[in-house]
Antibody, heavy 118, light 106 residues
Framework: QVTLKESGPGILQPSQTLSLTCTFS??????????VGWIRQPSGKGLEWLANIWWDDDKYYNPSLKNRLTISKDTSNNQAFLKITNVDTADTATYYC??????????WGQGVMVTVSS | DIQMTQSPSFLSASVGERVTLSCRASQNINKYLDWYQQKLGEAPKLLIYNTNNLHTGIPSRFSGSGSGTDYTLTISSLQPEDVATYFC????????FGSGTKLEIK
């Protein structure tokens, strides 16, 4: 059974760096073709893709946010990470991590709410 | 950037009705199109990947079709548990979600 769970700071101030962790089980990010992605959703709004990381450490970022995003993984501990630098109120959202395999985000975490406020 | 336009934004239909949701891309996305269902307060769930492949465990009343720039999600017989917002996602060039269709029971 595949599970994913996001964790984060809950609240942070403008200009700080947001660090998110995705802890998963039921699959390995060292398996050929496996990937994990990050997607966010402001309250009551749509979904925005942020970044993907693959089994071979290939990384892809949303071009509109690329300069602020860093995705990484710890295969041994079944975790993936996302950092967003210089946050502002527009980064307030629920952040999801999801498993990618053979097309589509097949399994999602429950999401973690992040609020940017001074 | 590829833009994804979903229509309608809101749809109200009766139980048992056939429902069609649309997603149009700003350029050819070569069938790299997924559909997700998001119920209130829940994470999205994959329904269809690569235009017409039903994800494991998804009821057969859901189907997808399309090519080029135009794609469709069809629910053959709407059920009460299908009340949700539906998002399309293109994966041909980077990734872009559509803005969603909110589906309600009439």
């Amino acid at each position: 059974q595949v599970t994913l769970k996001e964790s984060g700071p809950g609240i942070l101030q403008p200009s700080q760096t947001l660090s998110l962790t995705c802890t998963f089980s039921g699959f390995s990010l060292s398996t050929y073709g496996m990937g994990v992605g990050w997607i966010r959703q402001p309250s009551g709004k749509g979904l925005e893709w942020l970044a993907n990381i693959w089994w071979d450490d290939d990384k892809y970022y949303n071009p509109s946010l690329k300069n602020r995003l860093t995705i990484s993984k710890d295969t041994s501990n079944n975790q993936a990470f996302l950092k967003i630098t210089n946050v502002d109120t527009a980064d307030t959202a629920t952040y999801y991590c999801a498993r990618i395999r053979d097309g589509g985000y097949r399994d999602w975490g429950q999401g973690v709410m992040v609020t940017v406020s001074s | 950037d590829i833009q994804m336009t979903q229509s309608p934004s809101f749809l109200s239909a009766s139980v048992g009705e056939r429902v069609t949701l649309s997603c149009r891309a700003s350029q050819n996305i070569n069938k790299y199109l997924d559909w997700y269902q998001q119920k209130l307060g829940e994470a999205p769930k994959l329904l269809i990947y690569n235009t017409n492949n039903l994800h494991t465990g998804i009821p057969s009343r859901f189907s997808g079709s399309g090519s080029g720039t135009d794609y469709t999600l069809t629910i053959s017989s709407l059920q009460p548990e299908d009340v949700a917002t539906y998002f399309c996602l293109q994966r041909n060039s980077w990734l872009t979600f559509g803005s969603g269709t909110k589906l309600e029971i009439k």
